[in-house]
């Protein structure tokens, strides 16, 4: 059986809850029992978010093998439970600086290079690769934006061509679009569903099913005025409710019948979707009681979108605890020794994620000082982990001009530092670590006993790195260096004996977390957070 292409478009309005939807279809098909992946498409320019603001594009996901993302290909992974890979994630960027590389070679033998048939080739190449590498019966290709941008013609042209060459019981297109409810008039509309398809039918592609984001229910009548209009069957259109739980949309469209009308379209067997254990998850989340309290401290917590996997994280840790996981979201550039009781008084736990750049990271420093000297679980992330190493240099080894060398290049202690010889044999992207690396926990300690083995692997993405000359003074003081990378000796994990929970690791464990497999250092940390609220 050849690979079967899935195509998800947007119309009307972007944040429709594509990804989510893609990602509720993959789970339904992979319960069936096929080899299901994802991919995303994205219009813009740059190769890839790993520059980008997270005011403009919330978190950068990075995959097992390195690749910096969208944060789609975290709800992909999420819920489907696969580990994808670069080839899963490409942009406007990417395909057009690989067919500059390949005109400036001489590849197209002198062709005068166009949108159709260059770009929109090396499109249909990568989807196609992604296909092989990943060995997918059924691939589900999201496309970023809304139908009627500019920006997403070349690829929407690509899938458009995918259906003439693979054929339609290969490729299935399906469109989402928002039915709006006017409050005043307390009515919902179709027109804007309507115009969207006439807007994709203008591109030569003809949905093969649709699906109706809405507020409210909508009527057997609506649902037959949209089919007739958009000329997709009856069963053919799936309405996608406002959920209060949005994990149970996947259960929805099982009831609606979406995986069955898939199957059918592609051409593929009937098969029973088990979705035993997910509902199973879902009834842990719903019944959860109680709530634990954990203030994250981070420099973006106006833009939520911004710690996405950490949030999620630590819903999976919560749900398996049977506890709701409150977040405190405090803006490290506010925090400081004079309010810091007030602002963390109250928490459970204090978690301080990854970051980049000095701002904001005295307040950071402030929080996990706070957690160190009062006994409150404290989890650090990659650059909560550096800063953790930064305070506890200062105030307990009493080292004032310790610091890193992100901070002051020329600073007489940089305990963080660009150790280049220290990734010798380490292949980097850019400046960075980035992807899964090997970490041996140590015998004993707390990263032991949450991980349950010695040798895990964990996701990276930073560049800068604690300095291994001074390991032997912080160990004299007390802190454990309870995780190391047995390549190149780099320190991965740290923890501080006798604190109730105090761990903080150079990778990002929220990468690797998943609802029905929470990551070891959250549910740790939640658990401790409970322990401290009683």
Known sequence: MGTKYVFVTGGVVSSLGKGIFASSLGLLLKSGGLRVSMMKLDPYLNIDPGTMSPYQHGEVYVTEDGAETDLDLGHYERWIDENLTKESSLTSGKVYMSVMDKERRGDYLGACIQVIPHVTDEIKMRIREAARVQKADVIICEIGGTVGDIESLPFLEAIREMRLEEGLGSTLFVHNTLVPYLRSAEETKTKPTQHSVKELLSLGIQPDAIVLRTEVPLTESQLRKISLFCNVPPEGVFTALDEKVVYDLPVHLHEQGLESYVLRRLGLPERESDLSSWKEWIGSFKERKGKVRIALVGKYVELKDAYLSVKSALVHAGARLGRNVEIDWIKSSALTDENCRSL?????????????????????????????????????????????????????????????????????????????????????????????????????????????????????????????????????????????????????????????????????????????????????????????RG
């Open 344 to 532: 963390l008084g109250e928490a459970d736990g204090i978690l301080v994620p990854g970051g980049f750049g000095e701002r904001g990271s005295e307040g950071k420093k402030v929080a996990i000082r706070y957690a160190r000297e009062n006994g409150i679980p404290f989890l650090g992330i990659c650059f909560g982990m550096q800063l953790a190493i930064i305070e506890f240099a200062q105030h307990v080894l009493g080292w004032e001009d310790a610091d890193s060398a992100e901070f002051d290049p020329h600073c007489s202690r940089p305990v963080i530092d660009l150790l280049r010889g220290q990734y010798d044999g380490i292949e980097l992207g850019g400046t960075m670590r980035l992807g899964n690396y090997p970490c041996l926990t140590k015998e004993g300690s707390l990263a032991r006993k949450l991980y349950g083995k010695e040798r895990i692997e964990e996701r990276h993405r930073h560049r800068y790195e604690f300095n291994s000359r001074y390991r032997e003074d912080f160990e004299k003081a007390g802190l454990s260096f309870s995780g190391i990378n047995p390549d190149s000796g780099l320190v991965e994990i740290i923890e501080l004996p006798g604190h109730p929970y105090f761990v903080a690791s150079q990778f990002h464990p929220e990468f690797t977390s998943r609802p029905l497999r929470p990551n070891p250092l959250f549910l740790g940390f939640i658990e401790a957070a409970m322990k401290r």
